[in-house]
């Protein structure tokens, strides 16, 4: 196979588009918290208009995702101010054996072994490696659609195996 190079950016709103559609692969999303809270708010006042305790519990449940979702949102968009390498585009080489990256951090090479699982969308592939580290590819990067299948067919050499979809 023939290395597929790849140059992409990613500012602030289109990686919380990314983390977004990355916590609603994984979890529940954003849309999912809300509706959450939404549902837990219509129910618990009614439960204590008719003075059932437990009405206070979904109250409870209500105000934890809507906390859970702000925070979340803050945690994320710091992480991207401190993220070095989406000062600058990012060139990424994909190989039979390796991943070689160019970004504002510097260039690094990596084994495709260093990787342990993915995640496609239909906007997205996620590369995860160990300790919460993501590679976050945008398919936009990909303007040939026969790009995508070379990229899947590395990850399928690779052996690695793609995450499940949960929830939403």
């Known amino acids: 196979m023939t290395p597929l190079t790849l140059t992409y950016s990613l500012s602030e709103a289109q990686f919380m588009q ?20 939404i549902l837990c708010l219509c129910v618990g006042p009614v439960l204590l208009l008719n003075e059932v305790s437990t009405g206070w519990l979904f109250i409870a449940v209500a105000v934890f995702f809507a906390v859970l979702t702000w925070i979340r949102t803050v945690l994320w968009r710091r992480a991207y101010g401190r993220m070095v390498k989406y000062t600058a585009p990012i060139t990424a080489t994909f ?74």
Do not use: Q
């Open 18 to 37: 990314a983390a977004r559609v990355l916590w609603s692969y994984r979890a529940i999303g954003d849309r999912g918290n809300w509706v959450v809270v």
């Open 95 to 168: 190989a039979p054996d390796h991943v070689t990256t160019n970004s504002a951090e510097g260039d690094s090479t990596l084994p495709w072994s260093f990787f342990k699982s993915y995640a496609e969308t239909p906007d997205y592939v996620f590369l995860f490696g160990p300790k919460r580290t993501l590679s976050i590819i945008p398919k936009s990067a990909l303007p040939v659609p026969e790009d995508i299948e070379t990229l899947r067919d590395f990850i399928t050499a690779a052996h690695l195996p793609r995450k499940k979809m949960r929830w939403t």
